[in-house]
């Protein structure tokens, strides 16, 4: 035997007696892995994972899965009726789920799954479009899912981390995080008025989302997931919640009286688009309700039978207003039951007219 040989059987017999020696681990690393891999030791979750793992646990059973069925109107024969989908979640004890107005909007049949798997039928306790909020009330009240504490936003700072859970694409129950984008943005709703200190976020928000509920690190409700501006409509880095100081403010009143107060002068205006082709700014008057305080302070409206302009709005209490949205928020600034100074043109004369907020809802 050479000396070569022998040297290569001693490095050989060395190579074995450190593999067997060093145990399983060296083995796994010099060996083919012809059988399953052996477990590493995980360890504890990070503080970070432990929040949001334990929030989710917490939360997670107190968010439904609604679902709609809407009647088609207007065509012959028999039509399939449309489906919508969203997201809610529990409010109280006695069966209350809140949601985004949007998603139950014209609904001819509500039903919503629960925690359990159960699909129970609901109905529409009170809506706002105002804000973009709708309360239903289950058939039966859950007995499992407890309410998610209530938080506020009127602290939140741009920045903090927040987690937002809801049934993306009619997926069951999703947890997407993120932080606090940008505070006190304006979103238009679909009544043509604005929802303000609206919070945005970086969470990832989708369709089928709406109506969830957004929580802050300690597991409580700050806002309704509500919108991402999107042209494809999928998550683009931008979402938006109503914050929960408004939805405490409005839930109560909607499960109370169906209806939340809504400052107005009683009017109907010309849409912006048709004001702005005819040349004119502020809030054109397009007729004037019976009963109200535009009626009674002698503010006119266009004549259907000549077509002759009405009066148009320029001012409120001194400030300029140019949309529905801006006149909206100064009337409900002043307050329902407040007087507020109206600057009005008519015929190219311009006056003042004062009137009272009232409760147009």
Same mark, same amino acid.
């Given at each position: 035997m050479t000396e070569r040989v022998k040297l290569l059987l001693i490095v050989w017999a060395l190579l074995v007696v450190t593999v067997w020696a060093g145990g /399983?681990?060296? $083995?796994?690393?010099?060996?083919?892995?012809?059988?399953?891999?052996?477990?590493? /030791?995980?360890?504890?979750?990070?503080?970070?994972? $432990?929040?949001?793992?334990?929030?989710?646990?917490?939360?997670g059973p107190a968010v439904v899965y609604i679902f709609t069925e809407t009647a088609s109107t207007g065509a012959p024969g028999p039509v399939a009726p449309r489906g919508g989908a969203g997201s809610g979640f529990v409010w109280d004890g006695a069966g209350h789920v809140v949601t985004n107005f949007h998603v139950v909007q014209g609904a001819t049949r509500i039903s919503v799954r629960l925690d359990s798997g159960e699909a129970v039928p609901a109905t529409l306790v009170g809506a706002a479009p105002d804000y973009d909020l709708a309360v239903l009330k289950l058939s039966t009240a859950p007995?499992?899912?407890? /309410?998610? /504490?209530?938080?506020?936003?009127?602290?939140?700072?741009?920045?903090?981390?927040?987690?937002?859970i809801g049934n993306p694409f009619g997926l069951n129950r999703s947890l997407s995080t993120g932080v606090v984008s940008?505070?006190?943005?304006?979103?238009?709703?679909?009544?043509?008025r604005e929802i303000h200190g609206v919070i945005q976020i970086d969470a990832a928000i989708n369709p089928g989302n709406s109506g969830g509920p957004l929580l802050d690190s300690a597991g409580r409700l700050i806002g309704v997931n509500t919108?991402?501006?999107?042209?494809?409509?999928?998550s683009a880095g931008v979402g938006f919640a109503v914050p929960v100081d408004v939805v405490n403010r409005v839930v109560p009143r909607l499960i109370e009286d169906g209806k939340f107060p809504r400052p107005g002068i009683g009017i109907?205006?010309?849409?912006?688009?048709?004001?702005?082709?005819?040349?004119? $700014?502020?809030?054109?008057i397009a007729a004037v309700l019976p009963g109200s305080s535009a009626e009674e302070a002698g503010l006119e409206g266009i004549d259907r039978r000549s077509g002759r302009l009405g009066d148009v709005i320029t001012e409120v209490n001194r400030q300029r207003v140019q949309g529905l949205a801006e006149f909206s928020a100064t009337l409900e600034?002043?307050?329902?039951?407040?007087?507020?100074?109206?600057?009005?043109?008519?015929?190219?004369?311009? $006056?003042?007219?004062r009137l009272n907020v009232m409760d147009i809802s």
């Amino acid at each position: 035997m050479t000396e070569r040989v022998k040297l290569l059987l001693i490095v050989w017999a060395l190579l074995v007696v450190t593999v067997w020696a060093g145990g /399983p681990f060296v $083995r796994e690393i010099l060996l083919t892995a012809d059988e399953p891999r052996i477990v590493a /030791p995980r360890g504890k979750l990070a503080e970070f994972e $432990r929040v949001s793992t334990a929030l989710f646990e917490s939360a997670g059973p107190a968010v439904v899965y609604i679902f709609t069925e809407t009647a088609s109107t207007g065509a012959p024969g028999p039509v399939a009726p449309r489906g919508g989908a969203g997201s809610g979640f529990v409010w109280d004890g006695a069966g209350h789920v809140v949601t985004n107005f949007h998603v139950v909007q014209g609904a001819t049949r509500i039903s919503v799954r629960l925690d359990s798997g159960e699909a129970v039928p609901a109905t529409l306790v009170g809506a706002a479009p105002d804000y973009d909020l709708a309360v239903l009330k289950l058939s039966t009240a859950p007995g499992g899912p407890k /309410p998610i /504490p209530v938080g506020s936003s009127a602290d939140l700072k741009v920045g903090q981390a927040v987690f937002a859970i809801g049934n993306p694409f009619g997926l069951n129950r999703s947890l997407s995080t993120g932080v606090v984008s940008a505070l006190n943005r304006h979103l238009p709703t679909a009544s043509g008025r604005e929802i303000h200190g609206v919070i945005q976020i970086d969470a990832a928000i989708n369709p089928g989302n709406s109506g969830g509920p957004l929580l802050d690190s300690a597991g409580r409700l700050i806002g309704v997931n509500t919108a991402i501006v999107s042209g494809s409509g999928s998550s683009a880095g931008v979402g938006f919640a109503v914050p929960v100081d408004v939805v405490n403010r409005v839930v109560p009143r909607l499960i109370e009286d169906g209806k939340f107060p809504r400052p107005g002068i009683g009017i109907a205006i010309v849409d912006e688009e048709t004001g702005a082709r005819l040349g004119l $700014r502020g809030i054109v008057i397009a007729a004037v309700l019976p009963g109200s305080s535009a009626e009674e302070a002698g503010l006119e409206g266009i004549d259907r039978r000549s077509g002759r302009l009405g009066d148009v709005i320029t001012e409120v209490n001194r400030q300029r207003v140019q949309g529905l949205a801006e006149f909206s928020a100064t009337l409900e600034k002043a307050g329902i039951g407040s007087e507020v100074e109206l600057t009005v043109i008519r015929n190219d004369r311009k $006056r003042a007219v004062r009137l009272n907020v009232m409760d147009i809802s």
